[in-house]
């Protein structure tokens, strides 16, 4: 029977054989984004160009104002992206090229049951998304009324409903979004290889890629879960706003219990 310290010192052994089919989704996330921030400043070039050429232009000008306000997002957001992949591809393809404690390869009924969980949270995402914007047409509502008791349109009821409504389908559209940019992740899941790569440089598992440490990210605490079937890592995202700790919990394979207990211990000893 191998003991721990054995076990501990295959895992610091490196390079380790390379790993091939490593994917992550970000990329094709973010090319995604800034195809709809081009595609609304398109959209308000061809609205513009309409205007120069029609009796009233006014509208048309009006539409062209209010579409090109929805482009900056995106283009910031998916140029973010872009930047971010660009910076921690290396690590990936480093992580990949033998600079990892363990790579677990998992069985199709272990790797459909984590599938499924991780679809399961993406399910949450467009109700979720759709009743934030109604409650936020909710509010805008209230407080439009509330000065001086103005109404947007019609009645009192026409007021609340368009305001609701109309938030409750930008949130609709924007849930979506997200939606359509997590189906790129599960996609990638259940057609490449089902694996896992452990290293101190990051955890890939098909289709993501999380790193150690980056300015804005930072692996917090490793440990084994009641079930003893996931090992679950927890990374601190710090934005203006505060931290927000993200849960990514890992399939440990079967026969793989004593070395995911080896390899907790060992990431919780290197952690800052």
Known sequence: MTNAKDIEAQLRRMPKS????????????????????VAF????????????????????EQAAAIVSCFAPLPLMVGGLLAVWVFAQTRKCRRLAGGEYYVHWRYEPEQ?????????SK???????????????????????HL???????????????????????????????????GNITQSI?????????????????????WPTSTLSQSLLSAAIQP???????????????????????????????QVAIALVELIESELP
């Open 189 to 209: 899941k259940q057609n490449r290889t089902a694996h896992s790569i452990i290293g101190p440089l990051g955890i890939y598992i098909t289709g993501e890629f």
């Open 122 to 144: 993406l399910r949450l995402v467009l109700p979720i998304i759709g009743l934030c914007g109604a409650g936020v047409g909710l509010v805008l509502a209230l407080l439009v």
């Open 227 to 257: 079930d003893d079937a996931h090992v679950l890592f927890t990374f601190r995202i710090r934005t203006k706003n505060g931290n927000n700790d993200v849960p990514v919990p890992i399939p440990i394979p079967p026969g793989q219990q």
């Open 147 to 181: 000065d001086d008791e103005r109404l947007f349109y019609g009645t009192l009821w026409t007021h609340y409903g368009l305001c609701i409504g109309l938030g409750s389908a930008i949130g609709t559209l924007v849930g979506w979004f997200c939606v359509y940019c």
């Open 18 to 37: 390379s790993v091939g089919d490593v994917v992550t989704s970000t990329g094709a996330q973010s090319k995604v984004i800034l195809l709809v921030g």
């Open 111 to 119: 790797w459909a049951a984590h599938c499924d969980h991780s679809a």
């Open 41 to 60: 400043q398109l959209v308000s070039l061809v609205f513009y160009g309409v205007s120069l050429i029609v009796i009233r232009p006014e509208r048309w």
